[in-house]
T-cell receptor, first 115, second 114 residues
Framework: AQSVSQHNHHVILSEAASLELGCNYSYGGTVNLFWYVQYPGQHLQLLLKYFSGDPLVKGIKGFEAEFIKSKFSFNLRKPSVQWSDTAEYFCAVNAGRAAGNKLTFGGGTRVLVKP | GAGVSQSPSNKVTEKGKDVELRCDPISGHTALYWYRQRLGQGLEFLIYFQGNSAPDKSGLPSDRFSAERTGESVSTLTIQRTQQEDSAVYLC????????????FGEGSRLTVL
């Protein structure tokens, strides 16, 4: 069974700082990769996803993520954060069509951006 | 409605009581998922429906947990004889029949077992 680990549980940074959140997964087959975000008081929503092709994917709000197959990683980045990026971020893996749309999530990283 | 709707949003119950949580998926979405999120932890998969059948219920933690879905629409998650460790936010998500990989989440039902 696949598993997902996120290295940081909490990140605190100032506005305009750069952000990188680590995500590693364990699964031997082809995977689809996702980052979801949960802003305070809101439901989980998709930030970006990788299925195939260019391993550097761009999502909403200036976020991007890079899939490095050899490292089983899918790290999330943003060059310059804003206070509104304060949220909890979840990495997730799907093992392809056989799994339906079932996602396995990491433990989440809480990001606090200080104004 | 436009999104996934869950009820109740908050439920406080006494240990040993049964609870029922409801999920209304986005209209036309044939797949429905239940996840659990305990305080400070990630999302834990419980069960997945495709239409009215549940091809994957591997995440249900015990036989006190059950779920059903009728008419490719509403789903209910039932927890019998609740225990304190059942306290969590229960999240429902739905997705279209075709494979997209994207789940649309509701806002969750927060369950507190005293």
């Amino acid at each position: 069974a696949q598993s997902v680990s996120q290295h940081n549980h909490h990140v605190i940074l100032s506005e305009a700082a750069s952000l990188e959140l680590g995500c590693n997964y364990s699964y031997g087959g082809t995977v689809n990769l996702f980052w979801y975000v949960q802003y305070p008081g809101q439901h989980l929503q998709l930030l970006l996803k990788y299925f195939s092709g260019d391993p550097l994917v761009k999502g909403i709000k200036g976020f991007e993520a890079e899939f490095i197959k050899s490292k089983f990683s899918f790290n999330l980045r943003k060059p310059s954060v804003q206070w509104s990026d304060t949220a909890e971020y979840f990495c997730a893996v799907n093992a392809g069509r056989a799994a339906g749309n079932k996602l396995t999530f990491g433990g989440g990283t809480r990001v606090l951006v200080k104004p | 409605g436009a999104g996934v709707s869950q009820s109740p949003s908050n439920k406080v119950t006494e240990k040993g009581k049964d609870v029922e949580l409801r999920c209304d998926p986005i209209s036309g979405h044939t797949a429905l998922y239940w996840y659990r999120q305990r305080l400070g932890q990630g999302l834990e998969f419980l069960i997945y429906f495709q239409g009215n059948s549940a091809p994957d219920k591997s995440g249900l933690p015990s036989d006190r947990f059950s779920a059903e879905r009728t008419g490719e629409s509403v789903s209910t998650l039932t927890i019998q004889r609740t225990q304190q460790e059942d306290s969590a936010v229960y999240l429902c998500a739905s997705s279209p029949g075709q494979y997209t990989g994207e789940l649309f989440f509701g806002e969750g039902s927060r369950l507190t077992v005293l």
